[in-house]
């Protein structure tokens, strides 16, 4: 259970910062708390770090560098990768609208400010969302759920988050220039290869 609650803060974690510009207490959650920091050994070198103000970070560095990431050179949806016309699927005919609708997953795009419901952040949140479920079954007592839920998040790296993620990644971790962004795209590319072989190593039906 514990190590279950672990892998769905990570995911909460990775859409958090790959979804959005950071703001002021996102970015004090990062460098305050121990546990988050160490996702991010980058930091620990950046000089900019020791002689600015959050708000010239956020400003100046690192909300420059996610619109570079996320919009202006990079693309950070399933579709771009996997259609052959490179065209972003924002319709109902969007790979993964089936399995958000089978778990009741709704998209708020007000709030996550995205195009697509492919886009890497929605993704990952959706691997969030189905972990919290396999909880909730865990605490039901509920194995075949519980199973039910692996077998799904599994499915769901597979057929989408590993078909893609990692060209995206790659590239951001290439194109970034703060150290937040260049830690994140990192971690998330080891976590999502070795959360695959965690489930696949008989979590997983």
């Not at 989408?160 to 060209?167: E, N």
Request: net charge negative; aromatic share 12%; charged share 25%.
């Amino acid at each position: 259970m514990e190590q279950t609650q672990a892998r769905s803060n990570i995911y909460a974690l990775l859409s958090r910062v790959l979804m959005q510009e950071l703001d002021d207490e996102m970015l004090e959650m990062i460098l305050k708390d121990a546990a988050i920091r160490e996702f991010f050994p980058s930091l620990k070198d950046w000089e900019i770090l020791e002689n600015s103000d959050n708000k010239t970070l956020l400003e100046q560095h690192i909300n420059v560098d996610f619109a570079n990431i996320s919009l202006l050179h990079l693309v950070p949806y399933e579709t771009f990768y996997t259609r052959e016309d490179q065209k972003i699927e924002t319709g109902g005919a969007n790979p993964v609208t089936d399995i958000y609708n089978e778990y009741d997953y709704i998209v708020d795009y007000a709030k996550a400010r995205v195009v697509s419901s492919d886009h890497i952040g929605i993704e990952l949140e959706f691997m969030h969302y189905l972990i919290e479920m396999e909880l909730r079954a865990a605490e039901a007592n509920d194995e075949d759920a519980v199973k039910h839920m692996q077998f799904a998040q599994k499915t769901f790296l597979n057929k989408h988050l590993l078909k893609w993620a990692p060209m995206y990644l790659i590239n951001v971790k290439y194109e970034s220039r703060t150290p937040i962004y260049y830690d994140a795209a990192e971690m998330c590319l080891e976590f999502i290869l070795a959360d695959n072989e965690y489930l696949s190593n008989g979590k997983a039906a």
